[in-house]
């Protein structure tokens, strides 16, 4: 490539206008990065059922075992060489992995300008050599000695990473896995109760009764098949469905209170000040930032 350098700049032309260049759409300059990896389908399952819901991108590749990515709820296959972004505050588990051995790599961010990553919502996306030169290169400057330059230089490569993704997307609804059929219709089960009750008043007895299962047997299915305890994932799952509400600047909080089963404001209030720190008004104002 450096030997090209010569003769690709004799052939540039002189502008016509030196004023006028290439210019860009609005773009995420990627911020605050943490890159880690999850390596057995135990470890991807247990994270994610029992983390709260946060503020930060979340970007998947899957380089080794295929499995099942649930966000909101749609479920994406995702199988090696193909990987997901997911968008802040969106609600999402990995219920199953094909196998136990898997080679996961996760980078999470933050972006001031997150307008442009919309349009990998609810996609999946294949990745190919080039991108995996990217990453190798974001690897190698994440575990370099920690400087300046470094940090923006990999800010810059993973943003070169995600423009290079944006013409691989495609949507991508999963299958269930013929072994995984009893774990799916569990958590299809709950979440069709959920989807009936108000998100404050789950009963584990009335949930139980209603999949005709014992109350400790029910906890034990979920735990065996997903790695995490019931009750993580019942108040992740409250808490999203109270963040869909506040995102609805169209209800005021009184009205959104009442509709998810609070007796009053003020318990709402305390609600989400206890599992996010913020009041509804403070968090409100982060989500439609």
């Not at 540039?12 to 911020?31: D, I, M, Q």
């Not at 999963?174 to 072994?179: E, G, I, N, S, Y």
């Not at 709950?190 to 009335?206: A, C, F, G, K, W």
């Amino acid at each position: 490539m450096a030997t090209q350098l010569p003769s690709l700049a004799r052939s540039l032309a002189t502008p016509r206008n030196y004023f006028h260049g290439r210019t860009h759409a609005e773009t995420c300059v990627p911020n605050n990065i943490l890159i880690f990896r999850r390596a057995t389908g135990a470890d991807l399952r247990r994270a994610t059922f029992e983390l709260r819901p946060h503020h930060r991108f979340v970007l998947i590749f899957n380089l080794k075992t295929a499995g099942t990515v649930r966000i909101d709820r749609d479920e994406v296959e995702l199988h090696p060489g193909e990987g997901i972004l997911i968008l802040p505050y969106q609600f999402h588990v990995f219920p199953r992995t094909q196998r136990e051995d898997i080679l996961w790599l996760i980078v999470t961010f933050e972006c001031d300008r997150p307008a442009p990553l919309e349009q990998f919502r609810g996609k999946a996306f294949q990745f190919d050599a080039s991108i995996r030169h990217r990453l190798t290169a974001s690897l190698q400057l994440y575990t370099a000695r920690q400087q300046e330059s470094s940090n923006q230089i990999l800010a810059l490569e993973i943003a070169s990473v995600l423009a290079q993704l944006q013409p691989h997307l495609h949507d991508s609804k999963a299958t269930p896995m013929l072994a995984d059929k009893r774990s799916t219709q569990l958590l299809n089960d709950i979440e069709t109760y959920l989807r009936q009750s108000h998100p404050t008043s789950v009963n584990m007895q009335d949930l139980a009764r209603r999949l005709h299962i014992s109350e400790s047997r029910l906890r034990a299915r979920f735990r065996t098949a997903f790695g995490s305890s019931l009750g993580a994932y019942l108040r992740n799952y409250r808490l999203h469905v109270a963040m869909e509400h506040i995102r609805d600047t169209r209800h005021n909080f009184t009205e959104i209170a009442s509709s998810l089963g609070f007796p009053d404001s003020a318990t709402f209030t305390r609600f989400i000040r206890r599992q996010t720190g913020y009041t509804p008004s403070e968090f409100r104002r982060r989500l439609i930032h």
